[in-house]
């Protein structure tokens, strides 16, 4: 786990450590970026697998490491939806 006071400190650790494998930030940061802005050029400088950020959870402050990783834990492991059981005498689709 790596700590950054501001954005450019963020983007500075992520351009060094390719180990990096998510990214928790605050939306407003110290500095000239805001923390989207740190997600945004870190996907540009390292695409990867799916993004994390498009399943944004929020978390209420001070973050505790252990509720970080079970947050991220869940947005990682990938959510089986169940289509919902045809109508009797009507197939699924049918208008």
Do not use: H
């Amino acid at each position: 786990m790596f700590e950054a006071v501001n954005a450019d400190d963020a983007l500075a650790v992520l351009e060094t450590r390719p180990d990096v494998q998510a990214v928790v930030t605050d939306i407003e940061m110290p500095g000239a970026l805001a923390g989207i802005e740190v997600v945004v050029t870190s996907r540009r400088q390292r695409p990867g697998p799916e993004d994390l950020l498009e399943q944004a959870a929020f978390l209420a402050k001070p973050y505790l490491p252990e509720t970080v990783i079970q947050v991220i834990r869940k947005m990682a492991t990938p959510q089986v939806v169940e289509a919902a059981p045809a109508v009797s005498g009507q197939a699924a689709g049918a208008t």
